[in-house]
């Protein structure tokens, strides 16, 4: 069958680096998931990203340091005070030391992202900053996820020792949740302006939304000059208000990928790194979610991740590479 002219026009225009506009992105994404017109889209964006990283992936671990119960209620978390029964949760400074410098054993950890619930203490924060910064292997980039920030506060963060933060206005905000998205947006602009580098994001995408809604959230940020965005899909929690709509199918999530990969392929970041990959991060980026007693087998497998994703090559903290094969991965013990 032919593909829709108008959706080739637009998708070509995403290929050659030229502007799509909200509408456009809403019209790619009424495609089916599997149409001939998802297909291309997800074509495309799968090359501008190989070829923006340079067939390189890269590893960001991310330690949960301070957990619920959190007031902040957003009716998909698994922290919030409403929904969940789990215990104030703070990691100790001697085994957030021994991680990160575990995490730095073949050097190819590029980034570590300590996340926080929203209402964590800043000095909290700012000393696991320091201790991360200080033991993880020189070079390793150090990333908070944490909930909004005033100007000082971003300002002690940068001091303690963080490069950049990881933060996005959600889908429904205000809705959803119970913070407004013009209080994400501000504090996306608190983290620009105290020099952190800013990763945002679309998220969290639940089947139940509007292209309308996905589209909307991705364009608030793009003139912010963040360094990055990250598209995920929510995932199902047990006994929180959204659980009912289930998860987005893995090609829908991939389609909405690529359209916005498309859609940004002519923004240029603020900062310039080492084999970036496109502003909406894909499959070069191996984001591990760090168990404690077990990352080390987690780091082995998104080592295995990559390679299996065909990426040729691994970022190291020093911003070099090193290649990416069977070798490797018998010497990191990944295989
Ligand atoms: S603010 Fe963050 S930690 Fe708190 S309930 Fe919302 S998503 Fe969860």
């Known amino acids: 069958m032919a593909l829709d002219p108008k959706a080739s026009e637009m998708l070509s225009k995403g290929w050659y680096g030229e502007r799509l506009s909200p509408r456009d992105c809403e019209y790619l994404l009424t495609f089916g998931d599997h149409s001939s017109e998802a297909n291309l889209a997800n074509s495309l964006a799968n090359r501008l990203l190989h070829r923006a990283c340079t067939e390189t992936g890269q590893i960001c671990a991310n330690i949960e340091t301070v957990t619920g119960p959190c007031p902040g209620n957003c009716r998909f978390c698994e922290y919030a005070e ?28 590029r980034s570590i992202r300590l996340t926080t619930c929203a209402y964590a203490d800043i000095e909290t924060v700012c000393r696991q900053v320091g201790i991360a910064k200080d033991r993880a292997k020189r070079g390793t980039r150090i990333y908070v996820d944490t909930g909004d920030l005033d100007l000082n506060e971003c300002r002690m963060l940068k001091d303690a020792g963080a490069y950049g933060a990881v933060h996005a206005p959600r889908i429904r905000e205000g809705g959803d949740t119970e913070i407004t998205k013009e209080v ?111 990352y080390a087998r987690q780091i082995e497998a998104a080592r295995r991740k990559l390679f299996n994703s065909g990426y040729d090559r691994l970022l190291k903290v020093d911003d070099s590479t090193v290649e990416l094969n069977l070798m490797y991965l018998r010497q990191t013990g990944s295989v």
Request: aromatic fraction near 6%.
């Open 82 to 109: 409403g929904t969940s029964s789990e215990m104030f949760y703070e990691m100790g400074d001697s085994e957030l030391a021994g991680i990160c410098e575990g995490l730095g054993g073949f050097s190819d950890v």
């Open 184 to 294: 994400r947006l501000a504090t996306i602009s608190n983290l620009r302006s105290a020099g952190l580098q800013v990763i945002t994001g679309v998220e969290p995408i639940g089947p139940e939304h509007e292209n309308e809604e996905i589209v909307e959230t991705f364009f608030s940020t793009l003139e912010m000059k963040c360094a990055g965005c990250e598209v995920n899909p929510r995932e199902p929690v047990p006994g929180t208000e959204l659980n009912k709509y289930g998860k987005l199918k893995p090609s829908r999530l991939t389609q909405i990928r690529s359209v916005l990969t498309l859609a940004s392929s002519w923004y240029v970041p603020p900062v310039r790194t080492a084999c970036p990959g496109t502003y909406v991060s894909g499959s070069n980026i191996a984001v591990v979610k760090v168990d404690k007693g077990n």
